[in-house]
């Protein structure tokens, strides 16, 4: 099993750039995040998925947009890329919340926008 | 607001016991996770709690007490490999996982 797969592993952006991380989980979850981990930090949620077709802000949700158009896919969008992005991105999984809100995650996507 | 504490960083030594504490203030309670994360590398699930008392788990525990919004993990046997961060993360009332910084754990031989 794959599990969660995410790419590119490594982007530097130029300011104003735009990009989007690609996450792609094959566990058949139904429950997709995105967060940002910076040095010293906890991790920030940007925007969740329940399902397919439904997404939310979470807690840093600016400058970012996501679409889920598919159980398996779960890409995020930066948009005019600021230094302020810079940071570790990890794309997660889970079957639900609760008991079985164990996260699966991908092996991170390190940003750096100059 | 939501807050969750753990130390910056901890020393042990390769063989010893090792407790990793975390405290929390939560808008609700509906479980406690224990993640280890190798540096440059994704976060994996450890441990759950959500009553209170001890979950053993071969050379790692979690402990929960509600009550005091307190939990701690504990390592035993120290492995080289045990060197790692510790993220301490509760599911509040809107089933929102609040992470905290995580505890930077070095093993010395």
């Known amino acids: 099993n794959a599990g969660v797969t995410q790419t590119p592993k490594f982007r530097i952006l130029k300011i104003g750039q735009s990009m989007t991380l690609q996450c792609t989980q094959d566990?058949?979850?139904?429950?997709m995040y995105w967060y940002r981990q910076d040095p010293g930090m906890g991790l920030k949620l940007i925007y969740y998925?329940?399902?397919?077709?439904?997404?939310d802000k979470g807690e840093v949700p600016n400058g970012y947009n996501v679409s889920r158009s598919t159980t398996e896919d779960f890409p995020l969008r930066l948009e005019l890329a600021a230094p302020s992005q810079t940071s570790v991105y990890f794309c997660?999984?889970?079957?639900?919340?609760?008991?079985?809100?164990?996260?699966?995650f991908g092996e991170g996507s390190r940003l750096t926008v100059l | 607001g939501q807050n969750i504490d753990q130390p910056t960083e901890m020393t042990a030594t390769e063989g010893a016991i090792v407790q990793i504490n975390c405290t929390y203030q939560?808008?609700?309670?509906?479980?406690l996770f224990w993640y280890q994360q190798h540096a440059g590398e994704a976060p994996t699930f450890l441990s759950y709690n959500v009553l209170d008392g001890l979950e053993e788990k071969g050379r790692f525990s979690s402990f929960l007490s509600r009550s005091k919004g307190y939990s701690y993990l504990l390592l035993k046997e120290l492995q080289m490999k045990d060197s790692a961060s510790y993220l301490c993360a509760v599911l509040d009332s809107n089933y929102q996982l609040i992470w905290g910084a995580g505890t930077k754990l070095i093993i010395k031989p």
């Open positions: 939560t808008s609700g309670f509906n479980g």
């Open positions: 998925s329940v399902g397919a077709g439904i997404t």
């Open positions: 566990m058949n979850h139904n429950y």
């Open positions: 997660a999984s889970s079957p639900g919340t609760g008991y079985t809100g164990e996260l699966f």
